[in-house]
C-alpha cells in the first residue's frame, strides 16, 4: 500500500514539477513577448518623435531663409525699422547728454525766446541733472522765464508754456516728429525708386523683348493644323502636317513615343535658352525652367540612393546647368547655386538615409521646388506672376487631395504631398476634398472674376461633380487666362510669361494629339481635353 502511496506521491509531483516548468516557460515567453511589444512602442513613439522633430526644423530652417531672404530686399518696412533703430539711438544719447551739454542745448533754445514770458517744466530725467547754482544761473541769464519746481516723470528735455500754448522740446517728441517727417520722406523715395527702377527696366528691356516675341510667335501651330491633325487618318498623315513646323518628324518617327518627346522638348529646350538669353529678369524665365531644375536634382538624387545611371532621364534646360546640379547632389556643395537650395537637398538625402524609400526624394524636391517659386515672386515684385505662382501651388495641393481621396489614400499620406506654400493649411486642403466643397476655395483664387469659360466648371463644383482631369485642365484654363490679360502690353514682363506657357501648352497639345490619335481615341475626347490654343484667348 505504502509502495501504491509512494508511487502516487511521486507522480503528483512529477507532475507539479512540470507544471512549474511550463508555467515558468509560459511566464519568461509572456514577460519576453511583453518587453518585445513595450521595445516596439518605444521604436515607434521614438520614430514618430524623430519625425516630429526633422518636421518642424525643416519648417524652422525654411522659416529662417525666408527672413534672411526678406532683409535682402530694400523694403520700406526693412529701412523703417532701421530708422527708428537709429531714432532709438539717438534718443538714449540724448538722455545721456552730461549737465553741461544739458544747458547749453537750453540756452540754444531759450535764445529765441528773448522777451517772451514762458514758464518752463523739466522733464524729470532731465532736471535731476541741474545743481541749485546752475538753475540760478539760468533764472538770472532768462529773467523773463519762470522755472517751474514740478517735472514731467520719465522724460528727458523740457516743456516751455505761454498761455495755453505748449512749446515741447522733450526729447521723444522731438524725436517723434524728426520721425515722421523722415519716414513720409522714405516712403516717397522708396516709391518713386522702384517706379523709376520697373519703368527703366519695361521700357528699356521688356520693350525689345516684346517685340523679338512678335517675330517668334509665328512657330505656334495654328487652330487650323491642330484640327488637321485631329482629322488625319494614319501617321503619315499627321507627319505631312507637321513638315515645315518646328515639330516636323518622319513617318516613324511620329509612331514612336521617345522619338516624339525627343522633337518636342528640343523646341522648348531652344525657347527657354532663347527666353534666358534675352529677357532682362532671368527669374521670370526660371518659373517656367524651375520644374525642370527640380526634376534634374531628383534624377540625380535618385542615381545617388539607387546606383544606377539615369542620365537619360535629364532635361538639360534652365538657369543651372546639370553639372552644377550634380555637383551640388554628389558633393553637397553650394558653390555655384543658393545655400537654400543645398539645404533642401541635405534636408531630403537625410530623410531617405532614415526611410531608404525613394519616394521621399519625390516629395522633398517637390515642397523645394514650391518654396523655391515663391521665392522668385520676392525678386520679381508683379501682382500678375505672384498670381500665377499662387493658382500653380493651389492647384497642385487641389488636384493631390481630390486624386488621393479618390483613392481612398488616409490622411497621413495627403499630408506629406502638400505644400505649406498654397493659401490653405493641410488639414483644410484634406477637409475640402473629402467634403467637396471646392467651390468656396476657387472663388477665392480665381483671378478673372466672373468669366463664362469658367461658369461651367464653377456648377460643376457647386454639384460637386468636377473630375480631377477637368481641374487639371481648369488649372491652365486658368493661368493662360490671367496671363492673356497682359497680352497688349508693350513695356511689360507678362507678354514672355505668356509666350512661355503658350509654348508649354503646345507641347501638351501636341503630345496628346499624336499619343491619342495612336490609340484611337475619340477625337471629340481628345480634342475636350486639348489645352487653351495660343493667340485664341
Known amino acids: 500500500m505504502s509502495d501504491i502511496s509512494d508511487l502516487k506521491a511521486s507522480v503528483l509531483e512529477q507532475a507539479h514539477e512540470k507544471g512549474r516548468l511550463l508555467l515558468a516557460e509560459a511566464t519568461e515567453k509572456i514577460e519576453q513577448e511583453a518587453k518585445e511589444r513595450e521595445a516596439q512602442l518605444v521604436r515607434q513613439k521614438l520614430g514618430q518623435r524623430e519625425q516630429q522633430l526633422k518636421e518642424i526644423s525643416r519648417r524652422s530652417q525654411r522659416e529662417i531663409q525666408q527672413l534672411e531672404n526678406q532683409k535682402r530686399q530694400s523694403t520700406l518696412v526693412i529701412k523703417q525699422r532701421v530708422l527708428r533703430e537709429l531714432f532709438e539711438e539717438a534718443y538714449a544719447q540724448m538722455v545721456a547728454w552730461s549737465p553741461a551739454e544739458e544747458e547749453h542745448f537750453l540756452k540754444s533754445v531759450l535764445a529765441k525766446y528773448p522777451e517772451e514770458e514762458m514758464?518752463?517744466?523739466?522733464?524729470?530725467?532731465?532736471?535731476?541733472?541741474f545743481s541749485s547754482s546752475q538753475l540760478e544761473g539760468l533764472k538770472k541769464a532768462f529773467p523773463q522765464v519762470h522755472f517751474s519746481d514740478q517735472s514731467i516723470a520719465g522724460q528727458a528735455g523740457f516743456v516751455l508754456s505761454q498761455g495755453r500754448v505748449d512749446d515741447s522740446y522733450l526729447y521723444r517728441d522731438l524725436l517723434d516728429s524728426v520721425w515722421q517727417e523722415e519716414s513720409y520722406r522714405l516712403a516717397q523715395d522708396i516709391s518713386k525708386t522702384r517706379q523709376n527702377r520697373r519703368r527703366t527696366m519695361s521700357e528699356t528691356s521688356f520693350s525689345q523683348v516684346n517685340t523679338a516675341i512678335s517675330v517668334q510667335e509665328a512657330s505656334f501651330l495654328t487652330p487650323q493644323q491642330y484640327e488637321q491633325l485631329l482629322q488625319a487618318d494614319d501617321p503619315a498623315s499627321r507627319s505631312a502636317i507637321l513638315q515645315g513646323t518646328v515639330y516636323a518628324m518622319d513617318a516613324e518617327a511620329i509612331k514612336d513615343l521617345n522619338a516624339i518627346e525627343q522633337v518636342v522638348m528640343k523646341h522648348l529646350y531652344s525657347v527657354y535658352n532663347w527666353a534666358l538669353e534675352i529677357s532682362p529678369s532671368k527669374e521670370l524665365v526660371e518659373i517656367f525652367t524651375l520644374r525642370y531644375t527640380y526634376h534634374n536634382l531628383k534624377v540625380f538624387l535618385k542615381g545617388r540612393a539607387t546606383g544606377q545611371s539615369l542620365e537619360h532621364l535629364l532635361m538639360p534646360v534652365g538657369t543651372y546647368s546639370l553639372e552644377v546640379l550634380e555637383h551640388l547632389v554628389m558633393a553637397f556643395s553650394a558653390e555655384y547655386c543658393p545655400d537654400f537650395m543645398l539645404d533642401e537637398v541635405l534636408a531630403t538625402w537625410q530623410e531617405y538615409q532614415d526611410y531608404q524609400d525613394v519616394r521621399v526624394l519625390e516629395i522633398g524636391m517637390d515642397m523645394a521646388y514650391f518654396q523655391h517659386l515663391k521665392r522668385l515672386t520676392q525678386e520679381l515684385e508683379d501682382e500678375s506672376l505672384l498670381q500665377l505662382v499662387n493658382l500653380t501651388i493651389d492647384f497642385y495641393n487641389a488636384i493631390t487631395v481630390k486624386r488621393a481621396v479618390g483613392l481612398g489614400k488616409p490622411r497621413s499620406f495627403m499630408r506629406q504631398l502638400l505644400s505649406d506654400e498654397g493659401s490653405l493649411s493641410a488639414a483644410n486642403w484634406i477637409a475640402m476634398a473629402e467634403q467637396g466643397d471646392f467651390l468656396t476655395w476657387f472663388s477665392q483664387i480665381?483671378?478673372?472674376?466672373?468669366?463664362?469659360?469658367?461658369?461651367?466648371?464653377?456648377?460643376k463644383m457647386r454639384n460637386q461633380t468636377l473630375t480631377t482631369v477637368e481641374l487639371e485642365y481648369l488649372a491652365d484654363l486658368l493661368q493662360a487666362k490671367l496671363l492673356a490679360a497682359g497680352q497688349f502690353e508693350t513695356d511689360g514682363p507678362l507678354p514672355l510669361a505668356r509666350y512661355l506657357l503658350g509654348k508649354e501648352l503646345e507641347v501638351k497639345n501636341?503630345?496628346?494629339?499624336?499619343?491619342?490619335m495612336d490609340n484611337q481615341l475619340p477625337v471629340e475626347l481628345i480634342r475636350e481635353r486639348m489645352r487653351p490654343i495660343y493667340g485664341q484667348d
Open 510 to 516: 501636341l503630345r496628346l494629339i499624336v499619343t491619342g
Open 119 to 129: 514758464t518752463l517744466v523739466f522733464g524729470a530725467l532731465s532736471a535731476e541733472k
Open 446 to 459: 480665381n483671378p478673372c472674376g466672373y468669366d463664362l469659360d469658367l461658369r461651367s466648371y464653377e456648377e
